[in-house]
C-alpha cells in the first residue's frame, strides 16, 4: 500500500477535486486539515528541495493571505520561509501530498497525479 499524507484545506476546490480523484482510484490518504495542522517541518524541507528552483511555488500565491505580506519570496532564507509557513497554513500551496514519505506533490493536476500514482 502507498502511502499518502494529503494536507488540505476544507473549503479548498481543488483540495475537493483532488480528494474526489483519489477517492476515485481507491487510493488511501491520511487527510490532515492544513490550517490547524501544517505540514511538518522535515516536509516543508523536502518541499523546498523539491522546488529549490522556485521556492514561490510552495506558497498559495493567490490567497488573501499571502497577498498581504507584501514580500519577495527570494529575499527570505530558508529558515525564514519554513517559519512563515508554519505560521499560517493557509500561505502553502493546496492540496499539498506526501508522497511515500518522499515526494512532495502541490496542487492538483490529474494527468500530473496519474503519473505519479498510477
Same mark, same amino acid.
Given at each position: 500500500?502507498?502511502?499518502? $499524507?494529503?494536507?488540505?484545506?476544507?473549503?479548498?476546490?481543488?483540495?475537493?477535486?483532488?480528494?474526489?480523484?483519489?477517492?476515485? &482510484? #481507491?487510493?488511501?490518504?491520511?487527510? $490532515? #486539515?492544513?490550517?490547524?495542522?501544517?505540514? +511538518?517541518? =522535515?516536509?516543508? =524541507?523536502?518541499?523546498?528541495?523539491?522546488?529549490?528552483? #522556485?521556492?514561490?511555488?510552495?506558497?498559495?500565491?493567490?490567497?488573501?493571505? *499571502?497577498?498581504? +505580506? =507584501? +514580500?519577495d519570496i527570494n529575499d527570505l532564507?530558508?529558515?525564514?520561509?519554513?517559519?512563515? +509557513?508554519?505560521?499560517?497554513?493557509?500561505? %502553502? &500551496?493546496?492540496? *499539498?501530498? %506526501?508522497?511515500?514519505?518522499? @515526494?512532495? %506533490?502541490?496542487? *492538483? =493536476?490529474?494527468?500530473?497525479?496519474? @503519473?505519479?500514482?498510477?
Amino acid at each position: 500500500m502507498k502511502k499518502i $499524507i494529503f494536507y488540505s484545506y476544507l473549503k479548498c476546490s481543488t483540495c475537493k477535486k483532488a480528494e474526489k480523484w483519489l477517492k476515485s &482510484k #481507491d487510493f488511501e490518504f491520511q487527510l $490532515i #486539515d492544513i490550517v490547524k495542522e501544517p505540514p +511538518l517541518v =522535515n516536509y516543508l =524541507n523536502l518541499a523546498l528541495n523539491q522546488y529549490s528552483d #522556485d521556492k514561490k511555488r510552495i506558497f498559495n500565491t493567490r490567497g488573501k493571505a *499571502f497577498k498581504t +505580506l =507584501n +514580500l519577495d519570496i527570494n529575499d527570505l532564507s530558508r529558515e525564514e520561509i519554513i517559519q512563515l +509557513l508554519l505560521s499560517d497554513g493557509k500561505l %502553502i &500551496k493546496r492540496p *499539498f501530498l %506526501i508522497y511515500e514519505g518522499k @515526494k512532495v %506533490i502541490l496542487g *492538483f =493536476n490529474e494527468i500530473q497525479y496519474a @503519473k505519479q500514482f498510477i
